[in-house]
């Protein structure tokens, strides 16, 4: 009797590091009237991220990886995500230089970082809603 009728969703971990407080004061700045909408625009963001950066991935076409890397170091920074952020900035400079190898390596992180911070914003917009 004393568990709630519906119990809030565990938050995801993120495999590297992730700065909570960024994310909450983001959501605070903008109030909680407007933090559903900020989380789905950030959600979008983050899922063309990572179609954006598969796709680039695949020739690879080092244009579009550049972009896609750039805007989510920008949204990494921002969420909290401060591993996914670096890797994000590695991505960059792989892109930069054209560097096949440091992409092999790095990409499978950055994909399962990218996909765990996804799951955290959605596990905070369903909590939003509440």
């Known amino acids: 009797m ?7 969703p565990e938050v ?11 994310l909450r004061h983001l959501l605070r700045l903008v109030g ?15 899922a063309g991220c990572a179609e954006g950066i598969a796709r680039a991935a695949a020739g690879p076409d080092w244009d579009n990886l550049r972009e896609a890397s750039h805007v989510l170091i920008s949204l990494a920074g921002s969420a909290g995500a401060v591993t996914l952020h670096e890797q994000a900035q590695a991505l960059n400079v792989a892109a930069h ?8 390596d790095l ?5 399962a970082d990218l996909a765990a911070l996804i799951a955290v914003v959605d596990t905070t917009a369903a909590e939003a809603q509440e």
Do not use: I
Not at 32 to 46: F, I, M, N, S, Y
């Open 12 to 22: 995801p971990a993120l495999p590297g590091g992730f700065d909570a407080a960024r």
């Open 97 to 104: 230089a054209r560097d096949p190898a440091t992409l092999a």
């Open 32 to 46: 909680p009237e407007e933090a559903p909408a900020l989380l789905a625009q950030l959600r979008l963001d983050l």
């Open 107 to 111: 990409l499978p992180l950055l994909q």
């Open 2 to 8: 004393q568990r709630p009728l519906h119990p809030r």
